[in-house]
């Protein structure tokens, strides 16, 4: 009876749910974009006297009580910041609620049908960590895509100087012609710097928000050329040739360790397959390792040891460009 109670109360939260998504998450979400362009253009953003960057404050979430506690540690700030280099629309209080809601229902279901105690924690951990780990996936693509197309907004705002056009009107026309998330960058840069932020301020919160190497080399020319002086063009252009090299280096790379990371995959999936298919073809056999301690106590050996390896392959292969 427990248990068919708890059935019906999950189904009928998520048929609740699933029709409240559909009927206000659209308007919300809109909501929600309209007030973050209107937060960007409004004018000098003024960090906090005990906030250590320099990202934008995001809208309140559905608990805005949550967003200014979680803005006051160093945790929020970092998850603001992941929020806002992901380019997710959501705000930290709501990345603490799918945490904390995911984690119970996964522990709930491993309470429900796991056979052992241990698996109701690692099931809740595993499932808090899905919003975190989607963010990150998110920033990194995100990234990827970035900095795939920088070196082309480079080279059209090389040609714009070239052109005779300053510096702002060719980051506005990079922010015009290129698509996401090159153009929404540079154009939120460029509404900043347009409604009173100085240059150096727009800049220095662009290279926060895009944490990859060649938009801090972008800033930094940029800045020392406003110094000391000569030809932004040429620099750009310079720049623009020296990432598209880094980049190609990086891909060739990439070949050349795939091996490597290959055979790190294999290796971490093999046990794991090869203990299924012998538990398929001879249960009894493979029983003996899971109920005796001894074979309880080569299980957790194993997986500790493959973690580490496969870490370790990862740091071998990995090469800085």
């Not at 019906?8 to 007030?35: E, K």
């Amino acid at each position: 009876m427990v248990l068919a109670i708890l059935v019906f109360v999950l189904a009928a939260a998520a048929v609740l749910g699933g029709y409240a998504a559909i009927t206000y998450v659209p308007g919300m979400l809109a909501q929600r974009r309209l007030n973050e362009r209107i937060q960007g253009v409004s004018g000098p953003y003024e960090a906090p006297a005990d906030a250590s960057t320099v990202v934008k404050r995001a809208a309140d979430g559905p608990l805005p009580a949550v967003d200014r506690l979680v803005s006051k540690t160093s945790a929020g700030l970092s998850l603001t910041r992941l929020i806002e280099q992901s380019g997710v629309n959501t705000t930290p209080s709501a990345i603490v609620l799918m945490t904390l809601g995911l984690g119970a229902g996964a522990g709930l279901l491993a309470a429900m049908f796991a056979p052992k105690w241990f698996f109701i924690p690692v099931a809740a951990l595993v499932a808090a960590c899905g919003p975190t780990a989607f963010l990150l996936n998110r920033r990194s693509s995100r990234l990827k895509k970035f900095e795939e197309q920088f070196p082309e907004a480079l080279d059209l705002m090389s040609r714009a100087l070239k052109a005779g056009h300053a510096f702002q009107s060719a980051m506005g026309m990079a922010a015009d012609e290129l698509k996401a998330p090159v153009g929404p960058e540079f154009k939120k840069t460029f509404d900043q710097q347009n409604y009173g932020l100085p240059l150096r301020d727009a800049l220095i919160q662009m290279s926060e928000r895009v944490a990859i190497l060649d938009v801090r080399f972008f800033v930094t020319a940029v800045l020392i050329q406003r110094e000391t002086g000569g030809n932004l063009s040429e620099i750009l252009e310079n720049l623009a040739h020296v990432v598209r090299e880094r980049f190609k280096i990086r891909r060739q790379v990439r070949v050349h360790t795939a091996h490597g990371r290959f055979t790190a995959f294999v290796l971490l999936a093999l046990p794991a397959a090869l203990a299924i298919t012998l538990s398929m073809l001879n249960p009894d056999h493979m029983a003996v390792l899971f109920h005796e301690r001894m074979g309880q106590t080569m299980l957790i050996a194993a997986m500790i040891l493959q973690t580490i390896g496969f870490f370790w392959i990862r740091k071998v292969i990995k090469i800085e460009v």
